[in-house]
């Protein structure tokens, strides 16, 4: 066998060197090629050669490379089967976007110098303008709106966790995260370089908005250390910590939210993990069962038997969903806890918005009562509603991050 090398031109149009045999028939080739882009078989229509500035067809797979006469300014050429007789609108849609997609990352071999790489190169069909479903229209309520300013083109890998928030969801969502707390490491705390197990002052904001929270006193949580997956963790000891910033104008008269936290209780019996003191954007445990309050009412698991799924000294990530626009509470208000969705009942009707009169949020307390005993490591609030693919993100990138 004498080894050589072919160029091929992939569906994304990006030409990739590839490593063959002389004694390699045109199947083993175009197979080779196929794989090494990544893409299902049934994407490739054929293979077209172009030889000397013309473009030929060889229908030949048995031949050998040598006997095929090819050389290495030879380029292969792929054609895309978009047979609409055999593949849905939807399929189509996709591995459109599939293949645009590579194009942006430039190519299977991720070349991020090339000039045909993009730094927003994951698509999101939801930020389409127009979305297929087989072959019919998919569910306006699932897609973006406004549509996204590089729709549907987003940051991060492919069917990869996210590393961070800002891969987790769209730029326009990003800009209405208005607190995001992150006790991993000391760099957002203060005191500045506080050791493990130290009482800390104020709770940083990583948000372009600086909603930093605060100690009320001396009654303050401390700052541990390679806790949960080797990151740290603010510990509040359930009779007097509690942090809080005020005023909080941005929580007034809001139609939508969307807000999460990571946290271990130690104690399941009136423990307030987070929430105002008009009781938005509330998540805590009521004589031993856990709870969501927002937008004037407290909702529960249906029947109450489990729980929650949330049981004492267990981490979890817990995610609430607030859409006041929608027209039944079960639309209006949604808990998930470790992506899991729960069924709740309701005290009242869901409002439109949240209360127009909140003046401070608090993490670990409510009202100078109900102090959470326990971890808590992260905390993130967005004054909108996130779509179900950024809960997603978040989520898993919240999975991810702290071992869940």
Not at 280 to 295: E, N
Not at 304 to 309: D, F, I, P, S, Y
């Amino acid at each position: 066998m004498s080894a050589t090398t072919i160029t091929y031109r992939g569906l994304s149009g990006v030409r990739i060197t590839l490593n063959v045999d002389t004694t390699d028939s045109l199947t083993t080739i175009t197979n080779a090629a196929i794989a090494d882009e990544g893409f299902a078989s049934n994407y490739y229509a054929d293979f077209f050669l172009l030889r000397d500035g013309a473009i030929k067809r060889s229908t030949d797979g048995g031949s050998t490379y040598a006997a095929l006469g090819l050389t290495t300014t030879d380029e292969l050429i792929a054609v895309l089967n978009d047979d609409p007789t055999t593949f849905t609108k939807e399929q189509r849609q996709v591995r459109k976007l599939e293949i645009a997609q590579l194009k942006r990352r430039g190519g299977p071999d991720a070349d991020t110098g090339a000039n045909f790489y993009r730094a927003f190169n994951t698509y999101d069909i939801n930020a389409l303008s127009l979305k297929y479903a087989g072959e019919g229209l998919g569910n306006d309520a699932e897609t973006y709106n406004p549509l996204l300013p590089r729709r549907p083109w987003l940051t991060g890998g492919a069917g990869a966790v996210p590393d961070t928030v800002e891969e987790a969801v769209a730029e326009t969502t990003l800009e209405r995260l208005q607190t995001n707390y992150d006790a991993s490491t000391n760099t957002y705390i203060k005191p500045a370089s506080l050791s493990s197990g130290g009482t800390i002052t104020q709770w940083l904001d990583q948000s372009v908005f600086a909603h930093n929270l605060n100690s009320g006193g001396s009654a303050r949580p401390i700052w541990v250390d390679n806790v949960k997956n080797s990151l740290g963790v603010l510990r509040f000891d359930g009779v007097n910590d509690c942090l809080n910033i005020n005023p909080v104008a941005w929580l007034n008269s809001v139609p939508q939210a969307t807000f999460f936290v990571v946290c271990k209780p130690t104690a399941t019996t009136g423990d307030n993990a987070m929430g105002s003191d008009k009781g938005d954007l509330r998540i805590y445990s009521d004589t031993g069962k856990w709870k969501v309050g927002m937008a004037g009412v407290t909702a529960g698991e249906t029947g109450l038997g489990t729980n929650a799924n949330i049981t004492a000294n267990n981490w979890y990530y817990m995610s609430v969903i607030y859409n006041g626009t929608a027209g039944t509470d079960a639309d209006r208000l949604k808990f998930r806890v470790n992506g899991q969705a729960i069924t709740l009942s309701y005290s009242g009707t869901v409002g439109a918005t949240t209360n127009s009169a909140n003046t401070k949020f608090e993490v670990g307390c409510y009202n100078g009562t109900q102090f959470f005993a326990g971890d808590i490591s992260e905390v993130l609030v967005f004054d909108t509603l996130l779509i179900t693919p950024e809960v997603n993100g978040i989520e898993s990138y919240l999975s991810a991050k702290w071992g869940i």
